[in-house]
């Protein structure tokens, strides 16, 4: 096992800023996407750059042959991401937001619309960690903006820590859709 390897198995042992064993939470659509691109990188994208390689490898001086380097390299970044992947797969818990029974308090997998004190309404989903994207208003689960709405309801003011300082927010709606 490699100083990578080792590496890679202590980056993902638990979310940020959690303790170890914590689960890696996601929605249905979450895990699905991550199944989907494992099956894309081991079952279409790797046999083609194997093919590559061995093309290139067989040409002769290896030392010199960029089409070998690269697609080695390249073997080396697929294999990194799907023991990634596998690993992330292994110890998630999929929560499906459909399910969530008290849908009067915000919980994981929750769309939430807040009031910020300049008057300006933000919409999120509180997803898991490898889902999260602000451009489409989806954050992560264990993000500060979610950490201050979790188990919040409507009409309830709750601190969010910025670097900027704190800044106290309401709770306009909470809803929850399939995930």
């Not at 001086?61 to 690993?87: C, H, M, P």
């Not at 008057?119 to 954050?139: L, Q």
Request: with cysteine; net charge negative.
């Amino acid at each position: 096992m490699t100083k990578t390897d080792l590496d890679d198995d202590d980056d993902d042992s638990a979310p940020p800023g959690m303790s170890p064993g914590t689960p890696f939470y996601m929605t249905p659509s979450g895990h699905a996407a991550l199944q989907e691109e494992l099956r894309q990188l081991w079952q279409v994208e790797r046999p083609k750059v194997v093919e590559i390689v061995s093309w290139a490898a067989g040409l002769g001086d290896r030392s010199e042959n960029a089409d070998y380097q690269y697609g080695k390299r390249r073997l080396r970044e697929i294999d990194r991401r799907v023991r990634y992947i596998r690993k992330r797969l292994d110890n998630c818990a999929v929560v499906d937001p459909a399910a969530q029974t008290r849908r009067d308090q915000v919980f994981f997998g929750a769309t939430v619309t807040y009031v910020r004190a300049d008057d300006s309404e933000v919409t999120v989903t509180i997803v898991g960690v490898d889902e999260a994207d602000m451009e489409r208003g989806r954050v992560s689960w264990v993000s500060p903006v979610a950490r201050a709405l979790l188990r919040g309801r409507v009409g309830d003011l709750v601190r969010l820590r910025l670097p900027t300082g704190p800044e106290e927010i309401e709770i306009l709606t909470i809803s929850y859709g399939g995930g």
